[in-house]
Protein backbone atom coordinates (compact mmCIF):
# COMPACT_ATOMS: atom_id res chain seq x y z
CA UNK A 1 0.00 0.00 0.00
CA UNK A 2 1.81 3.36 -1.02
CA UNK A 3 1.20 6.85 0.50
CA UNK A 4 1.21 5.72 4.12
CA UNK A 5 1.64 8.97 5.34
CA UNK A 6 -1.17 10.40 3.78
CA UNK A 7 -3.77 7.40 4.86
CA UNK A 8 -3.00 8.22 8.16
CA UNK A 9 -3.87 11.91 7.86
CA UNK A 10 -6.98 11.14 5.93
CA UNK A 11 -7.24 8.10 9.17
CA UNK A 12 -7.76 11.39 11.70
CA UNK A 13 -9.61 13.04 9.59
CA UNK A 14 -12.17 10.56 9.13
CA UNK A 15 -11.93 9.21 12.54
CA UNK A 16 -15.59 9.66 13.12
CA UNK A 17 -16.20 7.24 9.99
CA UNK A 18 -14.25 4.39 11.47
CA UNK A 19 -16.99 3.96 13.96
CA UNK A 20 -20.06 3.77 11.90
CA UNK A 21 -21.26 0.91 9.83
CA UNK A 22 -18.48 -0.08 7.31
CA UNK A 23 -18.84 -1.16 3.68
CA UNK A 24 -19.14 -5.23 3.75
CA UNK A 25 -16.66 -5.97 0.87
CA UNK A 26 -16.92 -9.80 0.86
CA UNK A 27 -20.74 -9.25 0.87
CA UNK A 28 -22.94 -9.77 -2.43
CA UNK A 29 -25.05 -6.13 -3.12
CA UNK A 30 -27.74 -5.31 -5.41
CA UNK A 31 -26.15 -2.35 -7.78
CA UNK A 32 -28.75 -0.08 -6.21
CA UNK A 33 -27.37 -1.11 -2.72
CA UNK A 34 -23.77 -0.35 -3.64
CA UNK A 35 -24.48 2.85 -4.80
CA UNK A 36 -26.41 3.68 -1.76
CA UNK A 37 -24.29 2.54 1.14
CA UNK A 38 -21.37 4.23 -1.39
CA UNK A 39 -23.33 7.79 -1.08
CA UNK A 40 -23.85 7.22 2.50
CA UNK A 41 -20.49 6.70 3.44
CA UNK A 42 -19.14 9.44 1.47
CA UNK A 43 -21.77 12.12 3.43
CA UNK A 44 -20.06 10.57 6.26
CA UNK A 45 -16.59 11.32 5.16
CA UNK A 46 -17.72 14.90 4.00
CA UNK A 47 -19.01 15.58 7.65
CA UNK A 48 -15.36 14.55 9.36
CA UNK A 49 -13.67 16.75 6.47
CA UNK A 50 -15.45 19.56 7.60
CA UNK A 51 -16.11 19.30 10.73
CA UNK A 52 -11.85 18.67 11.26
CA UNK A 53 -11.15 22.11 11.33
CA UNK A 54 -8.74 22.07 8.07
CA UNK A 55 -11.27 24.13 5.78
CA UNK A 56 -10.23 27.81 4.66
CA UNK A 57 -13.87 29.13 4.65
CA UNK A 58 -14.45 32.33 2.41
CA UNK A 59 -17.81 32.81 0.99
CA UNK A 60 -16.54 34.71 -2.33
CA UNK A 61 -13.95 32.25 -3.39
CA UNK A 62 -16.51 29.00 -2.35
CA UNK A 63 -18.93 30.95 -4.78
CA UNK A 64 -16.24 31.94 -7.35
CA UNK A 65 -15.46 28.32 -7.38
CA UNK A 66 -19.13 27.03 -7.94
CA UNK A 67 -19.78 29.34 -10.77
CA UNK A 68 -16.50 27.86 -12.61
CA UNK A 69 -17.91 24.69 -11.84
CA UNK A 70 -21.67 25.02 -12.93
CA UNK A 71 -20.03 26.76 -15.83
CA UNK A 72 -18.43 23.40 -16.68
CA UNK A 73 -22.13 21.28 -15.73
CA UNK A 74 -23.56 22.91 -18.56
CA UNK A 75 -22.09 20.36 -21.20
CA UNK A 76 -22.14 17.28 -18.83
CA UNK A 77 -23.76 14.36 -19.13
CA UNK A 78 -25.04 14.63 -15.42
CA UNK A 79 -26.08 17.98 -15.08
CA UNK A 80 -28.40 16.87 -12.29
CA UNK A 81 -25.47 16.47 -10.10
CA UNK A 82 -25.53 18.83 -7.37
CA UNK A 83 -21.46 20.19 -7.15
CA UNK A 84 -20.20 21.54 -4.03
CA UNK A 85 -16.74 23.56 -3.80
CA UNK A 86 -14.16 23.58 -0.75
CA UNK A 87 -11.04 24.29 -0.03
CA UNK A 88 -8.48 22.17 2.40
CA UNK A 89 -5.74 24.03 4.53
CA UNK A 90 -3.10 21.85 2.98
CA UNK A 91 0.09 22.87 0.90
CA UNK A 92 0.13 19.46 -0.84
CA UNK A 93 -0.91 19.99 -4.49
CA UNK A 94 -3.60 18.12 -4.56
CA UNK A 95 -7.61 17.58 -5.33
CA UNK A 96 -10.50 15.17 -4.62
CA UNK A 97 -13.90 14.43 -5.10
CA UNK A 98 -16.34 12.30 -3.55
CA UNK A 99 -19.03 10.19 -5.51
CA UNK A 100 -21.65 12.69 -3.95
CA UNK A 101 -20.35 15.67 -6.05
CA UNK A 102 -18.23 17.39 -3.24
CA UNK A 103 -15.24 18.47 -4.52
CA UNK A 104 -12.13 19.20 -1.95
CA UNK A 105 -8.94 21.29 -3.73
CA UNK A 106 -6.09 22.12 -1.31
CA UNK A 107 -4.58 25.78 -1.04
CA UNK A 108 -1.11 24.51 -2.08
CA UNK A 109 -2.94 23.49 -5.63
CA UNK A 110 -4.45 26.79 -6.00
CA UNK A 111 -1.97 28.82 -4.68
CA UNK A 112 0.34 27.80 -7.68
CA UNK A 113 -1.84 28.20 -10.63
CA UNK A 114 -2.27 31.38 -13.19
CA UNK A 115 -5.27 31.76 -14.02
CA UNK A 116 -8.79 30.36 -14.28
CA UNK A 117 -8.36 28.06 -17.42
CA UNK A 118 -6.27 25.95 -15.31
CA UNK A 119 -8.48 25.71 -12.24
CA UNK A 120 -11.48 24.61 -14.68
CA UNK A 121 -9.38 21.69 -16.12
CA UNK A 122 -8.45 20.95 -12.62
CA UNK A 123 -12.39 21.07 -11.26
CA UNK A 124 -13.43 19.53 -14.79
CA UNK A 125 -11.29 16.72 -14.32
CA UNK A 126 -12.60 16.28 -10.33
CA UNK A 127 -16.03 16.74 -11.28
CA UNK A 128 -15.92 13.49 -13.93
CA UNK A 129 -14.78 11.40 -11.43
CA UNK A 130 -18.15 11.65 -10.19
CA UNK A 131 -20.55 12.01 -13.62
CA UNK A 132 -18.70 8.95 -14.32
CA UNK A 133 -19.22 7.15 -11.11
CA UNK A 134 -15.59 6.16 -10.93
CA UNK A 135 -15.76 5.61 -6.87
CA UNK A 136 -18.25 3.00 -7.85
CA UNK A 137 -16.74 1.33 -9.95
CA UNK A 138 -13.63 1.50 -8.05
CA UNK A 139 -15.46 -0.15 -5.52
CA UNK A 140 -16.49 -2.73 -7.89
CA UNK A 141 -12.80 -3.45 -9.25
CA UNK A 142 -11.83 -4.06 -5.77
CA UNK A 143 -14.25 -6.54 -4.89
CA UNK A 144 -13.67 -8.63 -8.01
CA UNK A 145 -10.04 -8.71 -7.09
CA UNK A 146 -10.65 -12.02 -5.06
CA UNK A 147 -9.19 -12.75 -2.35
CA UNK A 148 -5.26 -12.30 -3.23
CA UNK A 149 -5.46 -9.19 -1.21
CA UNK A 150 -8.62 -9.22 0.44
CA UNK A 151 -7.02 -8.05 3.96
CA UNK A 152 -5.67 -5.01 2.91
CA UNK A 153 -8.72 -4.19 1.03
CA UNK A 154 -11.04 -5.27 3.57
CA UNK A 155 -9.10 -3.04 6.65
CA UNK A 156 -8.89 0.09 4.28
CA UNK A 157 -12.32 -0.50 2.90
CA UNK A 158 -13.84 -0.58 6.34
CA UNK A 159 -11.55 2.02 7.78
CA UNK A 160 -11.98 4.41 5.44
CA UNK A 161 -15.07 3.85 3.32
CA UNK A 162 -14.74 3.18 -0.64
CA UNK A 163 -15.47 6.73 -1.60
CA UNK A 164 -13.34 9.78 -2.92
CA UNK A 165 -10.73 9.30 -0.28
CA UNK A 166 -9.20 5.91 -1.43
CA UNK A 167 -9.09 7.45 -5.43
CA UNK A 168 -7.11 10.26 -3.59
CA UNK A 169 -5.13 7.81 -1.82
CA UNK A 170 -4.45 5.31 -3.85
CA UNK A 171 -5.43 6.20 -7.24
CA UNK A 172 -8.21 5.33 -9.89
CA UNK A 173 -7.07 2.60 -12.35
CA UNK A 174 -4.86 3.95 -15.70
CA UNK A 175 -8.20 3.80 -17.38
CA UNK A 176 -10.51 5.83 -15.44
CA UNK A 177 -7.53 8.56 -15.03
CA UNK A 178 -7.20 8.81 -18.25
CA UNK A 179 -10.97 8.98 -18.68
CA UNK A 180 -11.33 11.82 -16.30
CA UNK A 181 -8.54 13.57 -18.06
CA UNK A 182 -9.82 13.40 -21.69
CA UNK A 183 -13.59 14.26 -20.85
CA UNK A 184 -12.14 17.10 -18.19
CA UNK A 185 -10.36 18.40 -21.34
CA UNK A 186 -13.80 18.12 -23.59
CA UNK A 187 -15.73 20.39 -20.84
CA UNK A 188 -12.96 22.78 -20.90
CA UNK A 189 -13.25 23.35 -24.51
CA UNK A 190 -17.20 23.61 -24.98
CA UNK A 191 -16.65 25.89 -21.80
CA UNK A 192 -14.38 28.66 -24.27
CA UNK A 193 -11.09 28.22 -21.55
CA UNK A 194 -7.80 28.04 -23.05
CA UNK A 195 -7.54 24.30 -24.07
CA UNK A 196 -3.44 25.19 -23.87
CA UNK A 197 -3.62 25.59 -20.29
CA UNK A 198 -4.57 22.39 -19.58
CA UNK A 199 -1.20 20.98 -20.30
CA UNK A 200 0.26 23.90 -18.44
CA UNK A 201 -0.81 23.07 -15.24
CA UNK A 202 0.55 19.68 -15.48
CA UNK A 203 4.07 21.20 -16.93
CA UNK A 204 3.37 23.96 -14.19
CA UNK A 205 2.78 21.56 -11.29
CA UNK A 206 5.43 18.74 -12.25
CA UNK A 207 8.05 21.79 -12.22
CA UNK A 208 7.53 22.88 -9.50
CA UNK A 209 8.23 19.75 -7.91
CA UNK A 210 10.93 19.44 -9.41
CA UNK A 211 12.37 22.54 -7.83
CA UNK A 212 11.46 21.49 -4.52
CA UNK A 213 12.26 17.79 -5.00
CA UNK A 214 9.67 16.47 -3.63
CA UNK A 215 7.73 12.86 -4.66
CA UNK A 216 4.68 13.57 -7.27
CA UNK A 217 1.54 15.10 -5.92
CA UNK A 218 -1.35 12.73 -5.15
CA UNK A 219 -4.12 14.05 -7.48
CA UNK A 220 -1.04 14.09 -10.27
CA UNK A 221 1.09 11.00 -8.91
CA UNK A 222 -2.04 8.27 -10.05
CA UNK A 223 -2.06 6.10 -13.11
CA UNK A 224 -0.90 7.03 -15.26
CA UNK A 225 1.86 9.45 -14.37
CA UNK A 226 2.40 12.78 -15.16
CA UNK A 227 4.59 12.28 -18.35
CA UNK A 228 2.21 9.82 -19.31
CA UNK A 229 -0.47 12.70 -19.24
CA UNK A 230 1.39 15.42 -20.52
CA UNK A 231 1.75 13.44 -23.71
CA UNK A 232 -1.80 12.37 -23.82
CA UNK A 233 -2.59 16.25 -23.50
CA UNK A 234 -0.70 17.17 -25.87
CA UNK A 235 -2.20 14.22 -28.70
CA UNK A 236 -5.38 15.39 -27.75
CA UNK A 237 -4.73 18.94 -28.30
CA UNK A 238 -3.11 18.30 -31.72
CA UNK A 239 -6.63 16.61 -32.65
CA UNK A 240 -8.33 19.00 -35.24
CA UNK A 241 -6.19 21.59 -33.84
CA UNK A 242 -7.46 22.08 -30.08
CA UNK A 243 -4.31 23.24 -29.71
CA UNK A 244 -5.17 26.18 -32.10
CA UNK A 245 -8.20 27.56 -30.12
CA UNK A 246 -7.54 30.50 -28.22
CA UNK A 247 -10.33 30.60 -25.64
CA UNK A 248 -10.08 32.54 -22.21
CA UNK A 249 -7.71 32.61 -19.58
CA UNK A 250 -9.39 35.13 -16.92
CA UNK A 251 -5.48 35.43 -15.31
CA UNK A 252 -6.07 38.91 -13.53
CA UNK A 253 -9.59 37.93 -12.32
CA UNK A 254 -8.75 34.41 -11.13
CA UNK A 255 -5.13 36.05 -9.31
CA UNK A 256 -7.22 38.41 -7.57
CA UNK A 257 -9.33 35.92 -6.21
CA UNK A 258 -6.86 33.66 -5.11
CA UNK A 259 -4.93 36.47 -3.68
CA UNK A 260 -5.90 35.48 0.08
CA UNK A 261 -5.57 31.68 -0.52
CA UNK A 262 -1.83 32.42 -1.78
CA UNK A 263 -0.60 34.58 1.42
CA UNK A 264 -2.70 31.39 3.14
CA UNK A 265 -0.60 28.82 1.68
CA UNK A 266 2.55 30.88 1.92
CA UNK A 267 2.38 31.09 5.66
CA UNK A 268 1.34 26.75 5.67
CA UNK A 269 4.61 26.54 2.87
CA UNK A 270 7.08 28.26 5.42
CA UNK A 271 5.29 26.33 8.76
CA UNK A 272 6.80 22.85 6.59
CA UNK A 273 10.18 24.69 6.18
CA UNK A 274 9.16 25.06 2.49
CA UNK A 275 11.41 28.19 1.96
CA UNK A 276 11.63 28.27 -1.83
CA UNK A 277 7.96 27.66 -2.47
CA UNK A 278 6.34 30.25 0.19
CA UNK A 279 8.81 32.91 -1.44
CA UNK A 280 7.85 32.52 -4.57
CA UNK A 281 4.02 32.37 -3.40
CA UNK A 282 4.39 35.49 -1.47
CA UNK A 283 6.26 37.36 -4.39
CA UNK A 284 3.21 35.96 -6.70
CA UNK A 285 0.95 37.90 -4.30
CA UNK A 286 2.60 41.26 -4.33
CA UNK A 287 2.18 41.50 -8.23
CA UNK A 288 -1.23 41.18 -7.18
CA UNK A 289 -1.33 43.40 -3.54
CA UNK A 290 2.20 45.39 -3.77
CA UNK A 291 1.26 47.37 -0.85
CA UNK A 292 0.70 44.71 1.56
CA UNK A 293 2.23 44.71 5.21
CA UNK A 294 1.45 41.53 5.93
CA UNK A 295 2.76 40.25 2.93
CA UNK A 296 6.48 41.50 3.46
CA UNK A 297 6.46 40.33 7.26
CA UNK A 298 6.01 36.81 5.40
CA UNK A 299 8.71 37.47 3.20
CA UNK A 300 10.95 38.80 6.15
CA UNK A 301 9.81 35.47 8.30
CA UNK A 302 11.16 33.53 5.44
CA UNK A 303 14.31 34.63 5.24
CA UNK A 304 14.74 35.05 9.25
CA UNK A 305 13.57 31.36 9.74
CA UNK A 306 15.58 30.48 6.57
CA UNK A 307 19.01 31.86 8.31
CA UNK A 308 21.25 31.58 5.08
CA UNK A 309 24.42 33.70 4.74
CA UNK A 310 22.30 37.51 4.13
CA UNK A 311 18.96 36.71 4.92
CA UNK A 312 19.23 38.88 7.93
CA UNK A 313 19.71 41.83 5.78
CA UNK A 314 16.71 40.98 3.49
CA UNK A 315 14.36 39.84 6.58
CA UNK A 316 15.16 43.12 8.50
CA UNK A 317 14.47 45.40 5.26
CA UNK A 318 11.24 43.14 4.64
CA UNK A 319 10.22 43.82 8.01
CA UNK A 320 10.90 47.44 7.40
CA UNK A 321 8.69 47.85 4.42
CA UNK A 322 6.17 46.50 6.07
CA UNK A 323 5.94 48.79 9.00
CA UNK A 324 6.43 51.76 6.08
CA UNK A 325 3.26 50.34 4.50
CA UNK A 326 1.64 49.61 8.30
CA UNK A 327 2.84 51.57 11.25
CA UNK A 328 0.68 49.75 13.59
CA UNK A 329 1.55 46.24 12.31
CA UNK A 330 2.51 44.78 15.35
CA UNK A 331 4.21 41.74 14.35
CA UNK A 332 6.59 43.17 12.26
CA UNK A 333 7.85 45.21 15.35
CA UNK A 334 8.21 41.93 17.19
CA UNK A 335 10.46 40.21 14.73
CA UNK A 336 12.59 43.24 14.38
CA UNK A 337 12.91 42.71 18.05
CA UNK A 338 13.47 39.11 18.08
CA UNK A 339 16.23 39.45 15.15
CA UNK A 340 18.20 42.53 16.59
CA UNK A 341 18.40 40.37 20.02
CA UNK A 342 19.93 37.52 17.70
CA UNK A 343 22.20 39.52 16.97
CA UNK A 344 22.88 41.03 19.89
CA UNK A 345 21.27 44.63 19.42
CA UNK A 346 19.41 44.40 22.92
CA UNK A 347 18.95 48.03 22.89
CA UNK A 348 17.24 48.44 19.37
CA UNK A 349 15.26 44.70 20.57
CA UNK A 350 14.24 46.40 23.26
CA UNK A 351 12.55 49.60 21.29
CA UNK A 352 11.11 47.03 19.11
CA UNK A 353 9.44 44.57 21.66
CA UNK A 354 8.15 47.88 23.57
CA UNK A 355 6.38 49.10 20.41
CA UNK A 356 4.93 45.51 19.81
CA UNK A 357 3.52 45.77 23.22
CA UNK A 358 2.38 49.53 22.80
CA UNK A 359 0.80 48.77 19.65
CA UNK A 360 -0.56 44.99 20.81
CA UNK A 361 -1.37 45.19 24.69
CA UNK A 362 -3.08 41.72 24.59
CA UNK A 363 -1.03 40.02 21.82
CA UNK A 364 -0.94 36.52 22.51
CA UNK A 365 2.81 36.64 22.65
CA UNK A 366 2.93 39.25 25.79
CA UNK A 367 4.56 36.77 28.45
CA UNK A 368 7.03 35.80 25.15
CA UNK A 369 8.14 39.44 24.27
CA UNK A 370 8.11 40.60 27.94
CA UNK A 371 10.57 37.54 29.16
CA UNK A 372 12.78 39.07 25.77
CA UNK A 373 13.02 42.73 27.72
CA UNK A 374 13.82 41.14 30.90
CA UNK A 375 16.66 39.97 28.99
CA UNK A 376 17.24 42.67 27.60
CA UNK A 377 17.48 44.48 31.09
CA UNK A 378 19.64 42.04 31.89
CA UNK A 379 22.01 42.99 29.67
CA UNK A 380 22.32 46.42 30.64
CA UNK A 381 19.13 47.96 28.68
CA UNK A 382 16.76 48.55 31.46
Given at each position: MKNIALIIAVCCLVAGCAMSR???VGQT???SEEEQMLWRRAQEEQEAIDGSGLLYQDTEIENYLYQIAKKLQTNSISADISFQIKVIKDPKLNAF??????????TGILAHMENEAQLAALLAHEMTHCTHQHSLKTLR???NRGQAKSAT???LAQLLGITGSIASINGY?????TEADRVGLDLVVKANYDPNEVLKLFELLKQENEI??????????THPKVQQRIENVNRWLAENNRGKIKGSKNTIKFQSRMSRIMLENARLDLQQGKFFIAQSTVKKYLNVNPNDAQAYFLLGEIFR??????DSVAAINNYEKSISLNPSFAESYKAMGLIHYKDGETHRAKKYFESCLLLSPNTADKAYIQRYLKLCAANGEG
Open positions: SIPLTAALPNGVIYIHNIKIRETRELEEGVAEPYFFGQRGWKN
